[in-house]
């Protein structure tokens, strides 16, 4: 079985600001993980990823209270009906870590791992952690297609990747065929965004639906 992704420690140094951040957090919630939020995998592993998810970071009391990306504050309610929608995922999403999901041939990962302040990562925070995710990106076997969620997802992956981002910029539903994988890109699933009518489901679908015939061919 490959091993590629590199997880960080949980107690990562490399953030000053994340890091007094998150152990301010374990202070006050010491049940809360509060720590670098690790790729959500599916249980072959990574040989079965065909699909990478790349979302922002973890949401407060999300991702950075279960343990788990896209789970815990609303953050996923779009993302994985969409991923079971499509048999890129199986099971009930009761957004808990326990809650028996798998993910069928796809993998989620976050382009910072550690929960930011206003959900705002600095560019010093995103480029400290491409070190995570660039294996992930370059290293996966089996990985054709990377959907990035949002902005600062795209072009981190973008540079991860090596390319310009100003040769490859964001856009909703854009689709740019790289060396190894298809970089396709979305708005962001937040609640935020869906509430606001930015990222609507059928959007969202839309997207889905090219990756699906994407992976198909
Ligand atoms: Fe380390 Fe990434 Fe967390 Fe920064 S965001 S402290 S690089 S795990």
Not at 36 to 46: D, R, S, T
Not at 59 to 78: E, K, Q
Not at 86 to 94: C, P, S
């Amino acid at each position: 079985m490959t091993e590629t992704l590199t997880e960080p420690g949980r107690n990562c140094p490399l953030c000053p600001r994340l890091k007094d951040f998150r152990d301010n957090w374990r202070g006050r919630e010491p049940g809360w993980f509060n720590a670098p939020v690790p790729a959500f995998l599916p249980p072959e592993g990574e040989d079965a990823v065909r699909l990478l998810v790349v979302g922002l970071a973890p949401g407060l009391r999300g991702a950075n209270r279960t343990g788990r990306p896209f789970t815990g504050d609303y953050a996923g309610d779009l993302l994985y009906s969409t991923l079971i929608r499509f048999g890129l995922a199986r099971g009930q999403f009761l957004a808990r870590p326990d809650d028996g999901l798998e993910l069928v041939g796809t993998a989620i990962i976050n382009a910072v791992r550690c929960v930011p302040p206003e959900n705002k990562p600095t560019p010093a925070e995103i480029t400290a952690c491409r070190q995570f995710l660039t294996p992930a990106l370059t290293g996966l076997p089996k990985l054709r297609a990377v959907l990035a969620l949002g902005a600062i997802a795209h072009q981190s992956t973008v540079r991860a990747f090596g390319q310009r981002v100003a040769a490859l910029p964001f856009k909703h539903g854009a689709r740019y065929d790289l060396d190894r994988v298809a970089l396709f890109s979305s708005y962001h699933c937040s609640r935020y965004n869906t509430n606001t009518g930015v990222l609507t489901e059928d959007m969202f679908v839309s997207v889905f639906s090219e990756i699906d015939d994407f992976l198909r061919n």
